[in-house]
């Protein structure tokens, strides 16, 4: 094998005890909601909001994510699959989530949450989608791991051999990109929130976010696999054709936030 390629042979699994398992991807699944939560903790006490906003808050989201991302990926992808054998759609731990579904998750359960909450529904949004951009890179770090959601063939010098899947070429690793690519998204968007101390015009980072995550995701389908076999004969496959109008979404927020005054919380 090249040198100039990366084998990857890492085991999902963390440590077995019988037939149980502990994976690497719902250990870096579950700091995605543990580190989220510190990092929202610290947003509500510099706003002198109460922490049992944040728990109420929370408990929406992570229904919400699971949900959504479960659901996503059963209707999107492989919906004749799911309906004809419907009680999989439960087996959450034979694998398949999807961002996209786990993006309309979480803007269900927040519309759900502000009923019960004095706090309007963008002002959740632009709070939350700080700590879902670093959730993004956590996942896709264990879609690393899991040696998924790979790239096509490549001849760059990083491109990574699943050898777990039998492949033998290299490819590249979207996975990685993806990854990075939120995590810049993420501090991004907190020094925007932190610099303005909380005090950002309404829609705002909510509408960045939805530009900066869907249209990367966008362009990143490019040199991925696909996911099913039906998105082969596609000129835009299924991740494309689900960003575009979270992309077009997130530009008008930010024409609309841009428009309106700058209101504190």
Not at 19 to 41: E, K, N, P, Q
Not at 162 to 175: C, V
């Given at each position: 094998m090249s040198l100039l390629v990366i084998?990857?042979?890492?085991?999902?699994?963390?440590?077995?005890?019988?037939?149980?398992?502990?994976?690497?991807?719902?250990?870096?699944?579950?700091?995605?909601?543990?580190?989220?939560?510190?990092?929202?903790?610290?947003?509500?006490?510099?706003?002198?909001?109460?922490?049992e906003l944040l728990d109420r808050l929370t408990i929406y989201t992570v229904f919400g994510t699971i949900l959504g991302a479960r659901?996503?990926?059963?209707?999107?992808?492989?919906?004749?699959?799911?309906?004809?054998?419907?009680?999989?759609?439960?087996?959450?731990?034979?694998?398949?989530?999807?961002?996209?579904?786990?993006?309309?998750?979480?803007?269900?359960?927040?519309?759900?949450?502000?009923?019960?909450?004095?706090?309007?529904?963008?002002?959740?949004?632009?709070?939350?989608?700080?700590?879902?951009?670093?959730?993004?890179?956590?996942?896709?770090?264990?879609?690393?791991?899991?040696?998924?959601?790979?790239?096509?063939?490549?001849?760059?010098?990083?491109?990574?051999?699943?050898?777990?899947?039998?492949?033998?070429?290299?490819?590249?690793?979207?996975?990685?990109?993806?990854?990075?690519?939120?995590l810049a998204i993420f501090f991004l968007l907190f020094r925007i929130y932190w610099n303005k101390k909380g005090v950002v015009r309404e829609g705002f980072l909510f509408g960045l976010f939805l530009v900066l995550v869907f249209a990367f995701r966008f362009f990143i389908e490019y040199v991925k696999e696909d996911q099913v076999a039906f998105e082969a004969g596609m000129s835009l496959n299924m991740g494309q054709w689900l960003s575009i109008p979270f992309v077009v979404a997130g530009a008008g927020l930010l024409i609309y936030s841009l428009r309106k005054k700058v209101k504190a919380g």
């Open positions: 084998p990857w042979d890492f085991d999902p699994i963390i440590f077995s005890i019988g037939s149980f398992s502990v994976r690497w991807y719902g250990l870096l699944f579950a700091s995605s909601f543990f580190f989220g939560y510190l990092i929202m903790r610290k947003m509500f006490l510099n706003e002198n909001l109460k922490e659901l996503g990926h059963c209707f999107f992808y492989e919906p004749a699959y799911y309906l004809a054998n419907p009680l999989e759609v439960l087996m959450i731990w034979h694998g398949g989530l999807a961002s996209h579904g786990a993006a309309i998750g979480i803007l269900i359960a927040i519309w759900l949450f502000k009923k019960r909450s004095y706090r309007s529904f963008l002002w959740t949004l632009d709070r939350l989608v700080v700590v879902v951009a670093l959730a993004g890179f956590f996942i896709r770090m264990g879609n690393l791991v899991n040696s998924e959601i790979y790239g096509v063939e490549t001849t760059l010098p990083w491109g990574f051999v699943f050898l777990r899947n039998g492949e033998t070429a290299p490819k590249h690793p979207t996975q990685i990109y993806e990854a990075l690519a939120y």
